[in-house]
T-cell receptor, first 109, second 115 residues
Framework: QKEVEQNSGPLSVPEGAIASLNCTYS??????FFWYRQYSGKSPELIMS????GDKEDGRFTAQLNKASQYVSLLIRDSQPSDSATYLC?????????FGTGTSLTVIP | DVKVTQSSRYLVKRTGEKVFLECVQD?????MFWYRQDPGLGLRLIYF???????EKGDIPEGYSVSREKKERFSLILESASTNQTSMYLC??????????????FGPGTRLLVL
């Protein structure tokens, strides 16, 4: 079982819609959770971090964490073509970072 | 802002050459990491370091070595480059000593082609 799992996609949404990206993790001791955006040929860029259960909002992005279900999600509201990228979910368990393989998102104009 | 820089964006080397990839961070971070990223395989940890002159093997250390002589600099060395080491190499750093709220920041990456 992988430490962090994501649907690889591709996920396609029309411009202006809500994009929903999901991630599950296996280590119940994990405490820090991150979403990175990676454009093709570029390095991952941190867009959200979340440490406690519930929602955290930053502009058009909302991260949701449910530790009981070992589940993290990222919602992108009013999706724009510039949001088209691969989104990586990452987890820090106190000793090591673990990354999912990423979900490819395409926002269709 | 955290800044992580890597010495080259693109590199072309021949099989058997010794290759040095340099990474520098300017935020006094304790922890530094080297990953490679390949399509369908995601990020794979090669080596990491939690202190100067300290190194730990990651998931795929074979064929690589590292050096951390100064806190801000972490070098990845391919002793004898092979074609299967063609990849995107990503350096990252994190503050360290923050307990649970550790955050990792990436450099721009080096795309290495071994011919």
């Amino acid at each position: 079982q992988k430490e962090v799992e994501q649907n690889s996609g591709p996920l396609s949404v029309p411009e202006g819609a809500i994009a929903s990206l999901n991630c599950t993790y296996s280590d119940r001791g994990s405490q820090s959770f991150f979403w990175y955006r990676q454009y093709s040929g570029k390095s991952p860029e941190l867009i959200m971090s979340i440490y406690s259960n519930g929602d955290k909002e930053d502009g058009r992005f909302t991260a949701q964490l449910n530790k009981a279900s070992q589940y993290v999600s990222l919602l992108i509201r009013d999706s724009q073509p510039s949001d088209s990228a691969t989104y990586l979910c990452a987890v820090w368990n106190g000793n090591q970072f673990y990354f999912g393989t990423g979900t490819s998102l395409t926002v269709i104009p | 802002d955290v800044k992580v820089t890597q010495s080259s964006r693109y590199l072309v080397k021949r099989t058997g050459e010794k290759v040095f990839l340099e990474c520098v961070q300017d935020m006094d971070h304790e922890n530094m990491f080297w990953y490679r990223q390949d399509p369908g395989l995601g990020l794979r940890l090669i080596y990491f370091s939690y202190d100067v002159k300290m190194k730990e093997k990651g998931d795929i250390p074979e064929g690589y070595s590292v050096s951390r002589e100064k806190k801000e600099r972490f070098s990845l060395i391919l002793e004898s480059a092979s074609t299967n080491q063609t990849s995107m190499y990503l350096c990252a750093s994190s503050l360290g000593e923050t307990g649970l709220q550790e955050t990792q920041y990436f450099g721009p990456g080096t795309r290495l082609l071994v011919l």
